[in-house]
């Protein structure tokens, strides 16, 4: 097996900690630091007996730095130069204390020896500060730090190319084949007056004369979401991509130009990228040929939608700048064409249609069609070729963002620079229409009722997570306002209407689900009942009888999504309830629907209880009981309301509510009979014994 590594750009990152979130740059090396470290080294304080200098922005006017104040810098690039000037001052004050101490000295031999020494000591003092003043200077001269410039307007901007070819051979094979894409990034910069100023500053802080080609410093270009790009495309150092600085020669700069106009600076770098992913690699658009069925004529239309694996997300606004299409083989002209277009015949007598500028969805397609006049004597070998050229906003390679940093490394405000990314795809085609059956439009409807789902959003939102997880890609879902019922002030009508598609590779079948539901309110803001109907309607166009059963089986997938839901069904056992104190209600919950329900919490309405009991989990056909706490406050048939809350694993469903009847009676009180005494527990206590008669005197 033969592996093949290619190289890709990283997303930049702290060097430090790794975090994404960059706020700096080195401005030397372009070292990405996030806000925590970006002030992590930093040039040391000067102490007593030496000075600490950073000379580079000195003697510039920089509209970011006051005197002194030094750029980002990482680790390694950090630097500065330290003199011992102060040492030397001190010096020199100790030689001055040494001639002014002669004047105190007795003898005229000490006085002299005294001022020697401290004009010795002044001398070296001298000596040693001029020295170290050559020293920076030299050190200066040998660093000579590129020049910064700062300008105004600040424009970047991304501009990605996709070019491919198309072809249907007789055979049916359907082939794409794509060039590698490409995209050039572009940076523009208006250079003000003050730039060309600060030139002349450089030259002379350096000691440079005006033929030099010094270079100088824009700032930073970040690419986010640039994993696609591929480095080894660029004429530059792997480091030297993500960022990308934005440096160049005083010999290109506009002012310095006499046949140049205006003050704009301009740096472009181009770049390749792949568009390989886990799914496919192509184009971002697809352009799919197809035969209509009109009676005894017959169209070609095509069909140009974005590959749903390839830009999707990052592509938006997508415009057909232009489509042209050559009919080879066939001398005669054009019918009918949808939309508007421009219709002419080559020199060999052959129809060619162009439409350009045509925006459509960028979520779905658009299709051109067309029909050439006597169709039906159309031999079957017969071609159309042509060309697709379209634009979009955003970027192929799904580069999400550029962010632009100062020369000193700062990170621009988004206010102050100007972002564009553009892609555009070029795809010549070439359709052999021998391998192309007549398309014909199939549909299927089909309406479900579910008698005891209460319509709410939760239900919508549950089968819209439902229909993802089957591999539907629901485009919209459209609700329109509760209205009232005109028979019942009590019913409330709902409507959704939930539209999408399934794509077989590139064909796609297109769903529509109409919900419509009625809510029965009584005496509260919440609905205690309703009833929810389904109308599901799959169509798509077909040439082959799988493609038929596709269709069908969209719409029973979808018929399943639908009634593969939890149904509960609460019963209360019979319950011995007394009026003014608590007591226990008792019941079971089935599920008799066709998936688990989960988080079940099962509740009362119209009487005071504790708490609701809850459930865990609930399998399909098995029940669970529960055991409520309830308080009464008057006798007789007490109506309550069962509420059963819960949810699958898409997501949770309407509560199941039943109304019920509570028989709550008086606790009986105790009774005694005669000098009958009942005894309800053990008692204790001495027994005591005598004589005496019992009874009568017949007795005896």
């Not at 979130?21 to 970006?38: D, Y």
């Not at 972002?419 to 409807?445: G, M, N, Y």
């Amino acid at each position: 097996m033969k592996t093949e590594i290619v190289p890709l750009v990283q997303e930049l990152e702290c060097y430090i900690c790794g975090s994404k979130n960059v706020e700096s740059l080195c401005h030397h090396c372009g070292r990405a630091m996030c806000a925590t470290h970006k002030d992590a080294f930093h040039v040391p304080d000067s102490q007593f007996y030496n000075s600490v200098h950073n000379d580079e922005f000195t003697g510039l006017t920089l509209p970011e730095t006051v005197e002194g104040e030094t750029a980002v810098h990482c680790e390694d690039c950090l630097h500065y130069i330290v003199t011992y000037e102060r040492s030397f001052y001190i010096m020199a004050a100790v030689g001055l204390v040494l001639i002014l101490s002669a004047l105190m000295t007795p003898t005229l031999g000490a006085a002299v020896v005294h001022i020697l020494g401290g004009l010795a000591v002044i001398a070296v003092s001298l000596w040693g500060v001029l020295t170290e003043q050559e020293f920076r200077s030299f050190k200066l001269r040998t660093a000579c730090f590129a020049l910064p410039f700062w300008g105004r307007f600040p424009s970047a901007t991304l501009r990605e190319t996709a070019v491919g070819k198309v072809t249907l051979e007789s055979s049916g094979v359907y082939q794409v084949t794509a060039k590698k894409p490409s995209g050039v990034f572009s940076f523009d910069l208006s250079l003000t007056e003050a730039d060309e100023f600060r030139l002349s500053q450089y030259r002379q802080k350096h000691e440079l004369e005006n033929s030099e080609n010094i270079a100088f410093h824009v700032g930073f270009a970040v690419l986010q979401g640039a994993d696609r790009l591929q480095p080894e495309s660029l004429s530059r150092l792997t480091s030297e991509i993500n960022p990308i600085k934005l440096v160049g020669r005083a010999a290109s700069l506009p002012f310095l130009d006499s046949l140049s106009h205006g003050r704009q600076w301009q740096y472009q770098q181009a770049y390749n990228f792949t568009l390989d992913n886990q799914y496919t690699a192509g184009l971002p658009l697809q352009i799919i040929p197809s035969l209509i069925s009109e009676g005894n004529e017959w169209g070609i239309e095509l069909n140009i939608q974005l590959n749903p694996y390839l830009g999707a997300s990052s592509l938006s606004n997508p415009v057909i700048t232009q489509l042209e299409l050559e009919a080879l083989d066939f001398n005669g002209t054009v019918e009918n064409f949808i939309p508007s277009a421009e219709s002419w015949t080559t020199r060999l007598n052959q129809p060619k249609i162009s439409w350009r500028n045509i925006p459509f969805h960028s979520t779905s397609s658009k299709s051109f069609y067309l029909r050439f006049a006597n169709s039906r004597n159309l031999r079957p070998d017969f071609k159309v070729r042509g060309k697709l050229s379209a634009k979009f906003e955003g970027t192929v390679s799904e580069t999400t963002n550029i962010v632009l940093f100062s020369p000193l490394g700062e990170k621009l405000m988004v206010r102050d620079a100007n972002v564009h990314q553009t892609s555009e795809v070029e795809i010549q085609f070439h359709f052999d229409l021998t391998a192309l059956c007549l398309r014909e439009f199939h549909p299927k409807t089909q309406p479900i009722e579910q008698l005891t789902a209460i319509p709410s959003n939760e239900m919508i939102t549950r089968l819209v997570n439902a229909m993802s997880n089957k591999g539907l890609y629901v485009q919209r879902v459209i609700e329109n306002p509760a209205q009232m019922n005109r028979a019942n002030a009590q019913i409330m009508n709902r409507l959704w209407i939930i539209a999408g598609r399934r794509y077989q590779k590139a064909t796609p079948i297109d769903f529509r689900v109409v919900a419509v539901g009625q809510e029965y309110y009584e005496n509260s803001d919440k609905p205690y009942d309703g009833k929810t109907q389904f109308e599901i309607t799959t169509q798509g166009t077909v040439i082959r009888q799988d493609m038929r059963v596709e269709v069908e089986r969209l719409c029973d997938d979808i018929v399943g999504v639908i009634q593969c839901t939890p149904d509960l069904e609460v019963t209360l056992k019979e319950s011995e309830l007394f009026v003014n104190e608590w007591g226990n209600l008792i019941g079971t919950v089935k599920n008799s629907g066709k998936a688990p329900a989960k988080e079940i919490s099962v509740s009362l309405e119209g009487i005071k209880i504790d708490r609701a009991d809850n459930i865990r989990d609930l399998p399909p056909g098995c029940d669970s009981p529960f055991r409520l706490s309830v308080y009464a406050e008057k006798t007789g048939d007490v109506p309550v309301l069962t509420v059963a809350t819960y949810k699958d694993e898409f997501g949770p469903l309407p509560p199941q509510k039943k109304r019920h009847l509570l028989h709550v009676k008086e606790k009986p009180k105790p009774s005694s009979f005669g000098q009958q005494t009942n005894f309800y527990g053990p008692s204790s206590g001495p027994i005591h014994t005598g004589g005496g008669n019992i009874g009568n005197s017949d007795m005896e």
